[in-house]
C-alpha cells in the first residue's frame, strides 16, 4: 500500500527535478508567469486571443507542412502524382492536406482579426509600435511578392520549367517559414518585454511621458498570465485548432483539378478566396489606371500599416474617440467583401462553353429569324449577351433589345462593335448580320 | 598597449572574421541562385508541324517542346501556340500567338464561329490578327518569330514576353 503511494508521487518528482535541473523555474516558467493588466480577469479578456490562435494555427500548419513535405515530389512530372497519392492513397492523407488547406484560410481570418483588434484598441500605440512594425512584416511575409524583374529569376530561366517548382517549394518550406519563425521571435519577446496593453478607456489618452510609470503601477496590482490569463488562449487556440481539423476531416481535401498543362487553353484560373477580390479588382478597374493599381494598392496599403504606430503614437486608444480609425476599419472591409462577391460572381468573363438558347425563344421564328437565333449561339453572342436568363453577363442583356434599338442601330453596333464589344464585320457576312438583326428585333 | 585599443583591435579582428564568413559562404550560393540572370536566352528554332496541317484562314493550337528541358521538366517543357494560316503567302503567311492574355496571362480561347480570342480571367477579347477587341488588354496578343523550311512551320522559342517588349 505504502509502495503504491510511493509510486503515486513519481510522476510529480520528475517534474521537479527536470525543473530544477533544466532551471526552467527562471526561465520558461518566469515568462509565463509575467504579470498583465487585472482588466484582462475580466470578459474583456477575450479580445487578447486572437494572437496565441494565430500562432496556434501557425505551429499546425508547421507540423502539416511537414508532414506533407515526406511525400510531396516537388518535381513537374511527379508532383501531380504525389499529390494523388497523398490525397488517395495515403492513410489520412487527404486529412493532413485538408487540415493545411483549412489552415492557411483560418492563418488569414485570425491575422486580420488580430490586427483589426490591436488597432481599434490603439494598442500600437506607445510604447509598443514596435510590436505593430514586426506584426506588419509577419503579414508581409505570407504574402509572395512577385514582380516583373523578378520574373526571370524566379522561373530560373527564360520560360516556366523544370527549374521553376522547385524554386517555388524552397521559397515556401524554408524562406518565407524562417522569416516568419524569426518575427514570431521578435514579435513575441515585444509582446513580454512591453506587456500586453491594458484595455483602452475612453477619456484616457496615452501620453507618453507618464505611460511607463502608470503601467508599472497597473503591473503591480496585475495578475500573472499563467494560468490567470493563459487559460483563454489555450480554450481559443483549441477551439480554432478543432475547427481546422474537423473541416478537414469532414470536407478533406480540396478536389485536384486536372494536372497543370501549360498547353491546355481551357483553363479556368481562379485564385483562393481570399484572393477573390483582387482578382475583382483587377477586372474591374479602367485598364489605364492597372499599372497603377496592381503596384500602388498593396505599396500605399503596406506603406499606411508601417506609419500607423509612427504617424498616431499617442492621444486617444479607445475606438469610440477615434472615429477616423474606424472608418479606416469598415471601409476596407466593406470593399473588400463586395469585390470578393463580385470575383465570386465574375459577370465580365464570357461563358465560353454550353450557351444555347431557351426553347421558349426559338419557337415559332419566322425562318430568317430562326437561322439568326442559330448565329447568336454559333457566333458566340451568348458567351456575353444572354436572353431569357440564357448566356453570359458580360453585356447587356438583349430579352428586350428590340424594344430599345432599331434595326440600323442592331446593324450599327454589331458591325463596328464600340463600347467593349468587339466589332463583328469581319467575321459575318452581310446576310449573316441581317439575319441577326432580324432575330434581335423580335426580342421585345 | 592599454587596454582599449587591444579590445578595438580584437573586435575589429572578429567582425572582419565574421564578415569573411558570410562573403564565402554567401557569394557562392548568390551566384547559384542568380545564375539564371546570366544564361543566354533560348532563341532556337522548333518545328510544330507541316504547312498542310494548318488550313488557309484557320486558326489552330499547336504544343512545342522545350528542346532541352531538365529531365524532371515534365510538362512544364510544353508550351501551347495559337497559329493562325492567313490568307496571304511569304511572310505574310502565318501569324503564331503566345496564348497567354496581355492583361495577368491567363490562356485565350479561340472562338472560330465569333472569330474572337476570349479570356476565361477577366474577360480580354482579341480579333484573330490579335489587336485587342475588348476588356482590359492593354496590347495585342505577343507574337512569336517563325520560319518555313521546305514544307514544316519552324518557331523561334522566346523569353517569356514582358511589357517592355511592347
Redesign the interface.
Known amino acids: 500500500m505504502s509502495r503504491l503511494r510511493e509510486a503515486g508521487k513519481l510522476p510529480g518528482r520528475v517534474v521537479t527535478w527536470l525543473g530544477e535541473r533544466f532551471e526552467l523555474e527562471d526561465s520558461v516558467m518566469a515568462v509565463l508567469r509575467h504579470p498583465v493588466p487585472r482588466e484582462l480577469e475580466r470578459p474583456v479578456g477575450w479580445w487578447y486571443v486572437l494572437g496565441s490562435a494565430t500562432l496556434a494555427v501557425f505551429i499546425a500548419q508547421v507540423v502539416t507542412g511537414v508532414g506533407l513535405a515526406m511525400t510531396y515530389v516537388p518535381a513537374p512530372n511527379s508532383a501531380y502524382d504525389s499529390l494523388q497519392f497523398i490525397s488517395h492513397g495515403a492513410s489520412l492523407g487527404a486529412v493532413v492536406r485538408g487540415m493545411h488547406y483549412f489552415g492557411a484560410g483560418a492563418m488569414v481570418i485570425l491575422v486580420l482579426a488580430h490586427m483589426t483588434q490591436v488597432y481599434l484598441f490603439g494598442a500600437f500605440k506607445f510604447p509598443r509600435e514596435a510590436n505593430w512594425l514586426t506584426g506588419s512584416l509577419l503579414l508581409l511575409a505570407t504574402l509572395a511578392i512577385i514582380g516583373e524583374w523578378l520574373t526571370r529569376l524566379i522561373v530560373a530561366g527564360n520560360n516556366v520549367g523544370g527549374a521553376t517548382l522547385t524554386r517555388f517549394y524552397a521559397t515556401h518550406v524554408f524562406l518565407i517559414p524562417a522569416a516568419i519563425f524569426g518575427l514570431i521571435g521578435m514579435h513575441l519577446y515585444l509582446v513580454v518585454k512591453r506587456g500586453i496593453s491594458e484595455p483602452p478607456v475612453a477619456g484616457l489618452p496615452v501620453d507618453p511621458p507618464s505611460y511607463r510609470a502608470r503601467y508599472a503601477e497597473m503591473l503591480r496590482r496585475g495578475i500573472p498570465f499563467w494560468p490567470d490569463s493563459a487559460w483563454r488562449d489555450a480554450v481559443a487556440a483549441a477551439a480554432v485548432v478543432a475547427a481546422v481539423v474537423l473541416l478537414a476531416a469532414i470536407l478533406g481535401a480540396p478536389d485536384l483539378n486536372k494536372p497543370a498543362d501549360p498547353t491546355n487553353v481551357v483553363a479556368d484560373p481562379r485564385p483562393d478566396w481570399y484572393f477573390l477580390g483582387y482578382f475583382a479588382i483587377l477586372a474591374l478597374i479602367p485598364p489605364a489606371t492597372e499599372a497603377v493599381v496592381i503596384v500602388g494598392l498593396p505599396l500605399f496599403a503596406f506603406t499606411f500599416l508601417f506609419l500607423v504606430p509612427l504617424l498616431w503614437p499617442d492621444g486617444e486608444r479607445h475606438w469610440s474617440r477615434r472615429p477616423a480609425a474606424i472608418a479606416a476599419v469598415a471601409l476596407p472591409f466593406i470593399a473588400y467583401a463586395a469585390l470578393t462577391v463580385a470575383g465570386i460572381e465574375s459577370p465580365w468573363v464570357p461563358k465560353l462553353e454550353g450557351g444555347t438558347l431557351p426553347g421558349s425563344v426559338t419557337q415559332g421564328l419566322t425562318e430568317p429569324a430562326r437561322r439568326g437565333s442559330d448565329l447568336f449561339v454559333s457566333k458566340a453572342c451568348v458567351a456575353c449577351h444572354a436572353i431569357e436568363g440564357a448566356g453570359g453577363r458580360r453585356g447587356p442583356d438583349l430579352s428586350h433589345v428590340g424594344s430599345r434599338l432599331n434595326r440600323d442601330q442592331l446593324t450599327a453596333r454589331i458591325a463596328t462593335g464600340g463600347g467593349g464589344m468587339p466589332a463583328f464585320a469581319g467575321s459575318l457576312t452581310p446576310n449573316e448580320l441581317d439575319d441577326l438583326v432580324t432575330f434581335l428585333t423580335t426580342r421585345r | 598597449m592599454n587596454e582599449i585599443s587591444r579590445r578595438r583591435f580584437l573586435s575589429r579582428i572578429t567582425l572582419a572574421l565574421t564578415a569573411f564568413i558570410g562573403g564565402i559562404v554567401g557569394l557562392p550560393i548568390l551566384g547559384y541562385?542568380?545564375a539564371?540572370?546570366f544564361?543566354a536566352?533560348?532563341d532556337e528554332l522548333v518545328p510544330v508541324g507541316a504547312i498542310t496541317d494548318f488550313p488557309v484562314g484557320e486558326t489552330k493550337?499547336v504544343?512545342v517542346r522545350?528542346p532541352s528541358?531538365?529531365?524532371?521538366?515534365?510538362?512544364?517543357?510544353?508550351?501551347?501556340l495559337w497559329v493562325r494560316r492567313r490568307e496571304q503567302s511569304g511572310p505574310q503567311m502565318f501569324q503564331v500567338f503566345n496564348?497567354n492574355c496581355t492583361?495577368?496571362g491567363?490562356?485565350?480561347?479561340w472562338?472560330a464561329?465569333?472569330?474572337?480570342f476570349?479570356c476565361?480571367?477577366?474577360?480580354g477579347?482579341f480579333?484573330?490578327d490579335g489587336t485587342v477587341?475588348?476588356?482590359?488588354?492593354?496590347r495585342p496578343l505577343f507574337e512569336r518569330e517563325w520560319e518555313v523550311s521546305g514544307d514544316r512551320l519552324l518557331v523561334r522559342?522566346?523569353?517569356?514576353p514582358?511589357?517592355k517588349q511592347g
Open positions: 541562385l542568380l539564371p540572370l544564361s536566352p533560348t493550337l504544343s522545350d528541358p531538365l529531365a524532371w521538366a515534365g510538362q512544364t517543357a510544353d508550351t501551347a496564348v492583361h495577368l491567363c490562356p485565350v480561347n472562338q464561329g465569333a472569330k474572337l476570349l476565361p480571367c477577366h474577360g477579347v480579333y484573330s477587341a475588348g476588356g482590359p488588354p492593354p522559342q522566346q523569353p517569356l514582358t511589357v
